[in-house]
């Protein structure tokens, strides 16, 4: 269950801890199903976006997050589940495509949701290529897609920790991108042109060096 309280709690920690410059919300759609994508450099970006944006967006979350045992693993359940995100087990495609149902139910039930056209954390802080998945559920719901930049993020929480160190960083709301609305069956020549306009917005929100190969998991390690 989403929580109010929870997002405005850590929405003023951040405030207070990191002062953060949040700009452009007012891009964000005031009712009906949109579509968040952004580029993705931290642990963080998921619940410092939930947190930040005037509506509740859902993002994708591992599973992991949601059946450890414990005290601890009780409190990640909660949070998790709090914030709007939704449990996924990745690495498996049926899994994926299951996920990507799920979006597409919560946006037609006129909700917001979350995406990172990367797939995952950049560790370079480069800009990868964007994965078509964004651009097939721009495609296949039809509502306005809203780039989002990130910078600084990463400092929050450095690779290979476990604790947050508080930092200054910076959230970039941009215009909506419509896009038409073709349906769920539509020509990958079409989706991927949609998938470079979302990732050519981010760039410019973020300013960030542009790579044109996909980031690979296997970097994460």
Not at 36 to 58: C, E, G, Y
Not at 198 to 208: K, N, P, R, S, Y
């Amino acid at each position: 269950m989403t929580s109010p309280a929870l997002r405005t709690g850590f929405r003023l920690a951040l405030k207070t801890t990191c002062r953060p410059t949040v700009t452009g919300l007012e891009n964000v759609p005031t009712e009906g199903g949109f579509i968040v994508a952004s580029n993705h450099l931290s642990f963080l970006d998921s619940v410092i976006i939930q947190a930040t944006m005037p509506r509740m967006v859902h993002f994708f979350a591992k599973a992991e997050y949601f059946t450890q045992s414990g005290v601890k693993g009780w409190v990640m359940k909660e949070f998790f589940e709090s914030v709007g995100s939704i449990p996924v087990q990745r690495g498996e495609q049926a899994a994926s495509v299951a996920a990507l149902d799920r979006l597409v139910e919560l946006v037609e039930d006129g909700q917001g949701v979350g995406i990172y056209p990367e797939g995952t954390r950049s560790r370079d802080g480069r800009l990868y290529r964007g994965r078509t998945g964004v651009g097939w559920l721009a495609l296949a719901t039809g509502v306005p897609v809203v780039p989002v930049g990130l910078i600084g993020t990463e400092q929050l929480q450095p690779p290979g920790s476990n604790g947050f160190r508080p930092r200054h960083f910076t959230v970039t709301v941009g215009e909506p991108l419509q896009f038409e609305h073709l349906g769920r069956k539509h020509p990958l020549p079409v989706r991927r042109d949609a998938t470079a306009q979302v990732m050519d917005a981010i760039a410019v929100l973020t300013g960030q060096e542009r790579v044109d190969e996909y980031n690979s998991s296997s970097s994460q390690a």
